[in-house]
C-alpha cells in the first residue's frame, strides 16, 4: 500500500515537469507576441516591455528562468494585467472554484448515491426507471445548455434566483452548484446503481441475510462498501471534469474563479497566465486522480490483500 | 434463423430493441437532411432579413428568425452539417491512433506494451480539455485542428480496449497458425486480428460520437470553437444564450435538437453495445 503511494507520487513528478515544460515550448511556438495586440506601442516602448519581462532572452534562458521560478512556486507576472502575479491571481480565484466545486459534488453524490442505491434495490419498478431516466437526460444535456435553462426558468421567468454572481446576493450559488452537479449526479447515479447490482448478487450478501440482518444494515454496512467503489475511482476523473465544467458555468454565471479567469486569458492571449494555469490545473488533476485511486485500492478488500 | 454467424445474431438482437432502432431511426434523418440542408432548407444560412430581425416561430419561419433576421431552421440544418462533421471526423481519428495503439501494444506485448500503455496511463491523468484550448489560442482556431485536437483526446478509452481484445485473441490457434505460416506483422493486424475486434470497436466508436460533439460544443460555446460565418450546434446555443431573455426559441430549438442528437447516439450506442454482447445487458 504504501508502496504503491510512494511509487505513484515519485512517478508524478516527471510527469507535472514534462507538462510544464512541452507547455511553455508550445507557447513559445505561438504567434505574435503577447503586446501587439489591439494597439500599437512604439518600438521603445516594445522593447522596454520586452526586457521587462525577459522576453528578449533566448528560449532556453527564459525556460531555465521559468522553471526554477515553478520551483519556487513563482509562476510569474501576467502580461495584461500589470503588477499582478499569476500566483496572485491563481490565489484569488482558486477559493472560489473550489467552493463551486465543493457544493456540485456535494449535490452529486447526494443525489446520485441515493437514487443509484434506490433504483438498485428496487430494480425494474418505477423508482428505478424514473432516476435512470432523468440521470439520462442528465447525460445528454450539456452543462452549457442545462445552466442557461436553469437561468431561464428559475431566474427570468419565475425570478425566484438570481441570473448571476457568486456571494453578492443570497442565493446566488444554488443555480451554479446546481448546474454544475447535475451532470455528475447523473453519471454517479448509474455508477452506484451498476456497482450495487454487482455487489447484491454476491454470496457474502446472501450470508449476510442469512445471518438475520435487517435490510437496511446489509446495504448500508455491507453493500455500499464494495458497490460504491465505482464511484469513487469516479471522483478523480470527476474533477477534471469539473474543471472543465467550471469554465462554463463560471462564464455563464460571472463567476470570478480560475476557470472564468483562464477563459479570458485564453481569449487574451495572456500567456504567462495561460502557462501558469495549465501547470497548476495539471497538478491539481494528478492529484485528485492519485487520491482517488488509493481511496479506490484501500476500500477494495482484496487489492489490500495483494499489496 | 439459418445464419448464426455474431453480426447477423446481433442485427437481430438490435432490430429487437426499441429504444436502439429510435435513435437509428432519428440518426439516419438527422444524417440525411444535414446532408440535403442545401436543398431542403427553407433559407440560405447567411441570408438575413434585417426589417424583420428576431421573430418568433410562424408559418414563414417555422423556428423562428434570429436577431439579424437569419431562419432559425436552416441554421440549424447547415449546423448539424458541421457538428455531425465534427463528431465523425474526430471520432475516425481517435480510432484510427487508438486501434492502432492498442493493436501495437497488445500484439507485441513485454516491455513494447508496458512502455506504450504507461503512455496512455498518463495521458488518462492529464487535463486535456485545457490543451485543446491552449492549441485553438495558439494555432488559432480552424476545423482540421479542430479535428485533431479533439481525435487526440479521445483515442486513450480505444487504445486500452483493443488492447484488451487482441491479448485474449493472440494465443488463439488461429492466431498462431498465421504466425508459423509467416504471414507479416502488417497483415495479421488486417486480416486476422481487426475482423475479430471490429464489435468492441464500433460499440466504442458510436459511443465515442456523442463525447466528441459534447466537446465541439463546449468549445464553440466558449467561443473557441467553429468560429462565423461557419455556425456549429455550439455556436447556436451560445447565440442563444446571449438573447434568450427577449427571444428564448434561439436557445430552445437549437438545445433540443442538441439533446435529442445526443439521446439517440447514446441509445444507439447502448443497443449495439448489449446486442453485440448479450452478457452485459443481463444487469
Known amino acids: 500500500m504504501l508502496a504503491i503511494f510512494i511509487k505513484r507520487i515519485l512517478f508524478a513528478i516527471p510527469v507535472l515537469l514534462a507538462v510544464a515544460s512541452i507547455t511553455f515550448f508550445l507557447i513559445k511556438m505561438a504567434p505574435g507576441g503577447p503586446f501587439d495586440a489591439d494597439r500599437a506601442v512604439s518600438p ?28 519556487q512556486g513563482d509562476l510569474g507576472p501576467s502580461f495584461r494585467f500589470p503588477g499582478r502575479s499569476v500566483t496572485e491571481m491563481i490565489g484569488t480565484g482558486l477559493p472560489v472554484t473550489f467552493e463551486l466545486a465543493f457544493y456540485a459534488i456535494l449535490i452529486a453524490l447526494f443525489m446520485g448515491v441515493l437514487s443509484g442505491v434506490l433504483a438498485a434495490l428496487k430494480r425494474n419498478t418505477y423508482l428505478d426507471f424514473i ?90 454496512k455491507h453493500a455500499m462498501q464494495g458497490g460504491l467503489i465505482p464511484v469513487v475511482s469516479f471522483l478523480g476523473p470527476a474533477i477534471a471534469g469539473l474543471l472543465a465544467g467550471s469554465f462554463v458555468v463560471e462564464t455563464i454565471f460571472q463567476i470570478p474563479g480560475l476557470g472564468r479567469f483562464y477563459v479570458e486569458a485564453a481569449f487574451n492571449r495572456d500567456y504567462t497566465m495561460i502557462l501558469g494555469t495549465t501547470i497548476f490545473f495539471s497538478a491539481m488533476i494528478v492529484f485528485f486522480n492519485l487520491m482517488s485511486d488509493l481511496a479506490a485500492l484501500w476500500l477494495n478488500p482484496r487489492s489490500r490483500d495483494v499489496s | ?86 463528431g465523425f471526423v474526430a471520432t475516425g481519428v481517435a480510432l484510427i491512433i487508438g486501434v492502432s495503439w492498442g493493436i501495437i501494444a497488445g500484439y507485441f506485448g513485454g516491455r513494447v506494451d508496458s512502455v506504450m500503455m504507461r503512455i496512455v496511463d498518463v495521458l488518462y491523468g492529464l487535463p486535456f480539455i485545457i490543451f485543446i484550448i491552449l492549441l485553438m489560442v495558439i494555432f488559432g482556431r480552424n476545423l482540421w485542428l479542430l479535428f485533431g485536437a479533439i481525435g ?91 438573447s434568450m431573455e427577449e427571444y428564448s426559441w434561439l436557445l430552445i430549438y437549437p438545445g433540443i435538437t442538441f439533446t435529442i442528437t445526443l439521446f439517440a447516439l447514446n441509445f444507439f450506442g447502448d443497443g449495439l453495445r448489449d446486442a453485440l454482447d448479450p452478457k452485459t445487458s443481463e444487469n
Request: glycine share 8%; aromatic share 10%.
Open chain 1, 44 to 71: 521603445q516602448v516594445l522593447k522596454n516591455l520586452n526586457e521587462a519581462y525577459n522576453l528578449d532572452a533566448s528560449n532556453w534562458e527564459q525556460y531555465i528562468d521559468y522553471m526554477s521560478g515553478l520551483l
Open chain 1, 131 to 220: 432516476p435512470m431516466a432523468i440521470a439520462m437526460i442528465g447525460i445528454c444535456v450539456p452543462t452549457f445548455l442545462m445552466g442557461p435553462l436553469l437561468v431561464l426558468i428559475f431566474g427570468i421567468n419565475l425570478e425566484i434566483l438570481p441570473v448571476s454572481g457568486w456571494g453578492q446576493l443570497p442565493g446566488d450559488k444554488i443555480l451554479p452548484s446546481l448546474t454544475l452537479g447535475f451532470a455528475y449526479a447523473a453519471y454517479i447515479a448509474r455508477l452506484s446503481r451498476g456497482g450495487m447490482l454487482e455487489v447484491l448478487n454476491q454470496d457474502f450478501i446472501r450470508t449476510a441475510r442469512a445471518k438475520g440482518l435487517t435490510e437496511r444494515m446489509i446495504v448500508i
Open chain 2, 1 to 86: 434463423m439459418n445464419n448464426n454467424s455474431l453480426w447477423s445474431d446481433a442485427i437481430y438482437r438490435l432490430t429487437r430493441n426499441k429504444a436502439a432502432m429510435f435513435g437509428a431511426f432519428i440518426l439516419i434523418m438527422l444524417i440525411i437532411s444535414a446532408v440535403l440542408a442545401p436543398w431542403i432548407a427553407p433559407y440560405s444560412y447567411s441570408y438575413q432579413d434585417l426589417n424583420l430581425g428576431a421573430s418568433p416561430p410562424s408559418a414563414e419561419h417555422l423556428l423562428g428568425t434570429d436577431i439579424l433576421g437569419r431562419d432559425l431552421l436552416s441554421r440549424i440544418l447547415y449546423g448539424a452539417r458541421i457538428s455531425l462533421l465534427v
Open chain 2, 152 to 242: 487526440a483526446v479521445e483515442w486513450l478509452t480505444m487504445a486500452r480496449i483493443v488492447r484488451g481484445q487482441v491479448i485474449g485473441l493472440k494465443n488463439q490457434e488461429f492466431v498462431m497458425a498465421a504466425r508459423a505460416m509467416g504471414v507479416s506483422n502488417l497483415s495479421m493486424f488486417r486480416r486476422h486480428l481487426l475482423p475479430n475486434i471490429l464489435g468492441p470497436i464500433a460499440v466504442y466508436a458510436t459511443l465515442t460520437i456523442p463525447q466528441v460533439m459534447l466537446l465541439e460544443g463546449f468549445l464553440s460555446f466558449l467561443g473557441l470553437g467553429i468560429q462565423p460565418p461557419m455556425s456549429s450546434w455550439g455556436t447556436l446555443i451560445k447565440d442563444g444564450v446571449e
